[in-house]
């Protein structure tokens, strides 16, 4: 190295040199010859280790970490990575700490086993120390060292210590008073001990004993670097990098992508780091999960072989229809096992999201959200369920200005009207009790009807008082509720009419107009406090005979538009009348996804739980469901998303207006292309490659061609007045309102990707909603076809999330530790056969539509094990058919004493217990990594056979004379609410036709039982053997129809009169039948032999 005649200094930890006497520009000199790695918490060059390589702290994910840092975060941190968050392990020429095993290293060091320099941590001396690698921590708060002392976050850095340069205790111009001299103590054990000498001020004298006392102190550099300026400069970079990256996230059209690796990229303060992480489920509950998978697979592989290579010669029927249910099963198990491949968690981080978002004394930042609330029928759904809804979402935890919360009234019914009004009302006193004290859950039936203690944690000395008051408002309330109720039962001749005495538009529910009242949001309605209050609007759709109206998909498109039109916030949140607020920060855990500045951009929807209220203790008919929601819908959150339930779920309103997502921004590669460039040059392809990719580029989805046409309608006026008549105004104009409708101001405000209205008039505001929502307005549009909530089935949840996978969007599932939403469900066993049966019926339009995704989506951007899940979503109503054929198997075995497989072998036997196994070791790991109790996991099985031996069954034939032969079916809506006691609904029987399957096959099983015991007794000791498993398969459909069984009882345990008779109708006749085609005695008659007696 070419010193020019200077005086170098270095650090071999600090992999820096200094150069003395050198000039400004020379003065400290990294070695950058040697490595280019930069640490991440302090911004220093990390050291190359003596084996010439550089140093690495984490094995896992090499973060880039210097040794200083590395040995401080093991010796007073969590002592784990900051970016993989896994512990660091002990390197060697580092001490051994708490926590270290020796076990986990094969390290012989035994010169730095023990730091004993940590005894030394009470001098005085070393307090200076100890504070500057805390300072060098400064990413991770405060922390208690194991030595007492307190490290210091970058908030108190004003109380360190300065550290002291190396001066010769002489002054200097150019040094600041406050930079002290440095002396190593010849006594130090390892030399690594500093000692700072009194400077001027200080009560101990000390004499200059230099050894050049007349040298120009100027010729001398600095001996030690000054950390606060190399900090300051330090988090200046980072601030920088920041603001390049938040401008890309906030105002581009494309995704960027931050190379966490790239020494540029600042590493994050709290305010700065992810909203939310991934959580995978762990190696040790996952691997094995998947190897029992593809064992099951090699079993079954086994099992097929020998079932189809061993046939029943005397029962060939009984043996290939069992065969060809049997590979069905197999084929549902395999669509419904791979997307749970790859299963995963997530966790939000609101305090981040409050630091970036909301700022002190500036308006929050935070999206506007429009909530929408969908209810048709007030007497199947009570109107205190929804005001409950309501007042739960007028008292979230998110800024009153940017909520607005919309009710679709479906009916158009005076009830719901009124009920909304009085809602509005007591909103004024219900919203700022519950934002004064923070109670949970905000919706008062459910908040005063907990079983808790009201009082626990709670200090404010008036809570005890203004709740009582509160409750009692509340009481007055339902009072007032109910007796609107009451008087709706009955309906006047002339129809009802409003205060101002004009008749009520929706007296005829069929033939109505448009209806919209804004209750809260517009100025002068203000809380008890004086505050402000959410936006709440009732709106009611025109409906006119001769218009198809599109049921829930219908009414949820037409609040999409008018919310657009009033509000026009960027998400969209839609739940059930019956499925209130659980959680007031559920808004928060959602925009922890939609407004992170990397991913965010790319997400259509976030999808939470559905988690229910009022559902008895053991639930008996799986209402819970919770093996989808905590299995299967983490398993999808791997993949590309969940799929759309429905319900609790925030939508990206520019992923409803059916564009595509936004293409993802590559890094530019590093490395040198020129050689595929020279080969094409050479070779004459390049010519040839351009001719092949130009067609491709032709072929654009509509709707990025729609998306280019957003220039031409910036001059676009309000819409009243008239637009600009240029060709390539007109021309877009014209794609646009073939696909959203004429309304130019609806679609200007599909223009706005943040949201926000550009009108203040709010009588042209209402004008114009009332427009979006007329009956002819979706005519010519495509509204329903790639526009908002998808047309075409009873299930419109499942085939609009599944458009918006076709787009290339994703989706993310949110299981925050407080359930977001909780609801209603049936457990009546006549109400829940009939919402699966509506959930069926769903599956089997879509399996028949043009959206089946079998044939449909592909070149989108549809993952293909996404696609497996959408398959099976919509296959499984097919099952039913083998399914109901299976459970009767067993009944005709034991009438027939026949059997779908011959004797059994050792080999036979093998196979059959391993795939037993197998299937309840699957089971077990999903229980395990999904956190499912088995008791859910055994009613989920039973109702399965259940749902699919009655509800599948019947929405096969109706979906397929729906499709086929034009015939309609009516929606029914499921019954929200009982006042007969707790759980009274569970034994309350109500006739349907779907009850009939079921019990038949529990019958006729019965009835097979019975016959076959008493011919095993009959025929003797050796007729047991081969009965066993028959037996056995009839006891599985007897023991999984169980809870149908006991649901037919009730509580008075005797069986309804019309089920027994026709069950026992159906019984017999099929018994009958089978006693007319295979009699049990030989069609010669009965074979007479002689006894050998001598009767005479």
């Not at 905000?442 to 009582?468: C, M, T, V």
């Not at 007796?483 to 007296?507: C, F, I, R, S, Y």
């Not at 491709?696 to 729609?706: A, G, H, I, L, S």
């Not at 009332?770 to 419109?796: A, P, Q």
Request: glycine share 8%; net charge neutral; charged share 25%.
């Amino acid at each position: 190295m070419d010193t020019g005649g200077r005086l170098i200094a270095g650090s071999h930890i600090r992999n820096e040199f200094v150069w003395i006497n050198a000039d400004e520009t020379r003065r400290l000199h990294p070695a950058k010859a040697l490595s280019v790695q930069i640490c991440q918490i302090c911004g220093e060059m990390i050291e190359i280790t003596v084996d010439m390589e550089i140093f690495v702290a984490c094995n896992e994910c090499a973060f880039p970490v210097c040794r200083t840092c590395y040995e401080y975060e093991r010796r007073e941190g969590n002592q784990v990575c900051p970016q993989c968050k896994t512990r660091y392990k002990r390197i060697k020429g580092c001490p051994r700490v708490v926590g270290d095993d020796e076990e986990d290293d094969d390290i012989d060091d035994l010169d730095h086993e023990f730091d004993l320099a940590k005894n030394d941590a009470l001098y005085p001396s070393k307090l200076s120390a100890a504070m500057l690698f805390a300072r060098r921590n400064n990413g991770y708060g405060s922390q208690a060292s194991s030595s007492g002392l307190s490290t210091c976050s970058e908030h108190d850095f004003s109380q360190l210590p300065d550290i002291p340069l190396l001066t010769y205790n002489e002054e200097d111009d150019e040094i600041m008073s406050n930079h002290h001299a440095l002396i190593v103590s010849p006594f130090m054990g390892h030399g690594n001990r500093v000692d700072s000498l009194p400077y001027a001020g200080s009560s101990v004298a000390l004499q200059p004993r230099p050894m050049v006392p007349k040298k120009d102190m100027t010729l001398y550099g600095y001996g030690s670097v000054a950390w606060r300026d190399r900090l300051e400069g330090w988090k200046k970079r980072q601030s920088d990098k920041l603001q390049v990256i938040k401008q890309q996230g906030n105002h581009g059209g494309d995704v960027v992508e931050i190379d966490v690796n790239n020494p540029d990229t600042p590493l994050m303060d709290e305010g700065r780091k992810p909203l939310s992480r991934k959580l995978p489920i762990s190696s040790s509950k996952i691997n094995p999960y998947r190897l029992i998978i593809l064992l099951r697979l090699i079993i079954l592989g086994l099992f097929f072989h020998y079932r189809l290579l061993h046939p029943v010669h005397d029962a060939y029927a009984l043996w290939m229809t069992s065969v060809i249910c049997e590979i069905w099963f197999a084929l549902s198990w395999i669509l419904d096992q791979f997307p749970k491949w790859y299963p995963i968690e997530r966790e939000t981080y609101l305090e981040r999201l409050s630091l970036r978002y909301e700022k002190e004394g500036r308006p929050s930042e935070l999206a506007s959200i429009d909530i929408f609330v969908s209810t048709v029928d007030p007497l199947k759904e009570p109107p205190l369920i929804t005001a409950n809804t309501v007042l739960s979402i007028l008292a979230v935890d998110y800024p009153v200005e940017k909520v607005a919360c919309y009710v679709s009234d479906d009916g158009a019914a005076m009830l719901t009207f009124e009920a909304l009004s009085e809602t509005s009302e007591f909103a004024t006193k219900w919203v700022p009790f519950c934002k004064k004290f923070n109670i949970e859950p905000r919706a008062p039936e459910w908040y005063f009807s907990q079983k808790i203690d009201y009082l626990k944690n709670r200090i404010h000395p008036g809570f005890a008082r203004e709740r009582r008051a509160m409750k009692r408002e509340y009481e007055e309330f339902k009072v007032r509720i109910n007796g609107l109720v009451a008087t709706a039962q009955k309906v006047p001749e002339d129809g009802w009419t409003m205060q101002d005495g004009t008749p009520w538009p929706g007296n005829n529910v069929r033939d109505h107009p448009g209806m919209i009242q804004v209750f809260l949001g517009h100025s002068g309605v203000l809380d008890v406090d004086g505050s402000k209050l959410p936006t709440l609007v009732y709106v009611s759709r025109e409906k006119r005979p001769g218009f198809d109206h599109h049921k829930k998909a219908g009414a949820m498109n037409s609040l999409v538009r008018v919310s657009a039109i009033l509000s026009n916030a960027p998400f969209v949140l839609n739940v059930d009348c019956d499925h209130y607020i659980n959680n007031s920060k559920a808004l928060r855990e959602a925009m922890c996804f939609m407004m992170d500045p990397t991913v965010g951009k790319k997400i259509c929807f976030v999808q939470f739980p559905q988690r229910f209220d009022g559902i008895d203790l053991h639930d008996r008919y799986s209402n819970r469901n919770v093996l989808f929601f905590d299995i299967n819908m983490k398993g999808l959150d791997g993949l590309q998303g969940p799929i759309y339930v429905g319900t609790g779920c925030v939508f990206r309103r520019r992923a409803l207006y059916g564009y595509d997502a936004p293409s993802t921004k590559k890094v530019p590669s590093k490395t040198c292309n020129c050689w595929s460039e020279w080969c094409f040059l050479c070779y004459g392809c390049g010519t040839r490659k351009d001719k092949k990719i130009k067609p491709e580029e032709e072929k654009k989805p509509k709707n990025r061609e729609t998306s280019k046409q957003i220039h031409a309608l910036e001059t676009i006026e309000e819409g009243y007045e008239g637009f600009v008549t240029e060709f390539s105004a007109s021309t877009s104009q014209t794609i646009l309102e073939k696909k959203f409708g004429r309304s130019s101001t609806f679609i200007v405000s599909t223009l706005l990707e943040d949201g926000g209205t550009r009108y203040e008039s709010s009588s042209g505001f209402l004008k114009e909603a009332i427009h979006v929502i007329c009956c002819g307005y979706e005519d010519k549009t495509e509204w329903g076809k790639e526009v908002g909530w998808i047309y075409g089935s009873v299930t419109e949840d499942i085939l609009t999330g599944f458009k918006m996978h076709c787009h290339g969007w994703r989706s993310v599932y949110c299981m925050p530790k407080r359930p977001a939403f909780k609801g209603s469900a049936p457990i009546n066993l006549s109400d829940r056969l009939n919402q699966v049966l509506r959930w069926a019926l769903g599956s089997v339009e879509i399996f028949l539509s043009r959206h089946c995704p079998i044939w449909y989506g592909y070149g989108g951007g549809l993952k293909w094990l996404e696609r497996l899940s959408y398959i099976n979503s919509v296959v499984y109503p097919w099952t039913s058919i083998p399914l109901i054929v299976y459970c009767t198997l067993p009944a005709i075995c034991l009438l027939t004493g026949k059997f779908i497989v011959p004797e059994i072998s050792n080999y036979a036997s093998i196979v059959f217990l391993a795939l037993f196994m197998s299937i309840a070791a699957t089971g077990i790991l999903e229980m395990q990594w999904g956190g499912v109790q088995i008791d859910d996991w055994w009613r989920n099985e039973q109702f399965w056979v259940i749902g699919g031996v009655s509800s599948h069954l019947f929405a096969l034939f109706q979906g397929l004379l729906k499709v086929l032969g034009g015939v309609n079916t009516n929606f029914t809506v499921t019954s929200k609410g009982g006042d007969d006691g707790e759980y009274s609904e569970l034994y309350i029987f109500k006739w349907t036709s779907l009850l009939i399957p079921p019990t038949t096959l529990l019958i006729i099983n019965l009835v097979g039982v019975v016959v076959g015991i008493s011919d095993a007794i009959n025929d003797g000791y050796d007729s047991w053997g081969p009965l066993f498993g028959r037996l056995f398969f009839a006891f599985w459909v007897i023991v999984h129809l169980y809870p149908f069984l006991k649901g037919l009882l009730g509580k008075q345990d005797r069986m309804p009169t019309i089920v027994m008779v026709w069950s026992i109708l159906l019984a017999s006749i099929l018994t009958l039948m089978w006693v007319r085609v295979n009699p049990f005695v030989s069609r010669d008659g009965p074979v007479l032999e002689v006894c050998g007696l001598d009767c005479d």
